[in-house]
Nanobody, 117 residues
Framework: QVQFVESGGGLVQPGGSLRLSCAAS????????MGWYRQAPGKQRELVAR???????IYADSVKGRFTISRDGAGNMVYLQMNNLKPEDTAAYYC???????????WGQGTQVIVSS
């Protein structure tokens, strides 16, 4: 089965940093566009950043300059370095392909990020 396991979330003060990791398994993802998504309580899921197979990167305006997405050479690990975190960044963070919704690919458990003083 195709699975995503996100980790690295936690409680952090405003201005702090976290590094999220995503372990993808079940298929080779090296040629797929991968993305980090987030969903705050009561809000719609949004795309935070995506990284192309050739390592091209696009960020949402809300995180540009603060977050950095990366992936390893094999494409099985995807990372999100989050700096200068704001309370508005509080959400459950997920990794998935971009676009999401590929056959046989579902959402993982996500990792919770809480930014609060």
């Amino acid at each position: 089965q195709v699975q995503f396991v996100e980790s690295g979330g936690g409680l952090v003060q405003p201005g702090g940093s976290l590094r999220l990791s995503c372990a993808a398994s079940g298929v080779s993802f090296s040629s797929y566009i991968m993305g980090w998504y987030r969903q705050a309580p009561g809000k719609q899921r949004e795309l935070v950043a995506r990284i192309f197979g050739g390592a091209g990167i696009i960020y949402a305006d809300s995180v540009k300059g603060r977050f950095t997405i990366s992936r390893d050479g094999a494409g099985n690990m995807v990372y999100l370095q989050m700096n200068n975190l704001k309370p508005e960044d509080t959400a459950a963070y997920y990794c998935n392909t971009y676009p999401s919704g590929m056959a046989g690919v579902s959402w993982g458990q996500g990792t919770q990020v809480i930014v609060s003083s």
